[in-house]
């Protein structure tokens, strides 16, 4: 079992910033895959990034140029600055750690972009 717990999130103006954190603990093996999800209300869970243990790493379009996804491996964390909030970014953000074929997830984080 792996046990997530984030934090970072909150309210902040358009074209503020905010830094989201995610600790991971329990059984981790190496090779395997940290990252984020946001679900704002009425729509679907989508992937804003992740990053692989071994560097890889993607994020979405929407957000490429203002978020930077990173980790410390020895920490078992990883980290999502956001840069440039807009309003559109207003969601739950939740952290998620794959390994060995298994997802879990963290409990998720409000993240609100308004003036």
């Known amino acids: 079992q792996v046990q997530l717990v984030e934090s970072g999130g909150g309210l902040v103006q358009p074209g503020g910033s905010l830094r989201l954190s995610c600790a991971a603990s329990?059984?981790?093996?190496?090779?395997?895959?940290m990252g984020w999800y946001r679900q704002a209300p009425g729509k679907e869970r989508e992937l804003v990034a992740f990053?692989?243990?071994?560097?890889?790493?993607n994020s979405a379009d929407s957000v490429k140029g203002r978020f930077t996804i990173s980790r410390e491996n020895a920490k078992n964390t990883v980290y999502l600055q956001m840069n440039s909030l807009k309003p559109e970014d207003t969601a739950v953000y939740y952290c998620?750690?794959?390994?060995?074929?298994?997802?879990?997830w963290g409990q998720g984080t409000q993240v609100t972009v308004s003036s």
């Open positions: 329990g059984s981790i093996f190496s090779g395997n895959t």
């Open positions: 990053k692989t243990s071994g560097g890889a790493t």
């Open positions: 998620y750690f794959q390994q060995i074929g298994r997802t879990y």
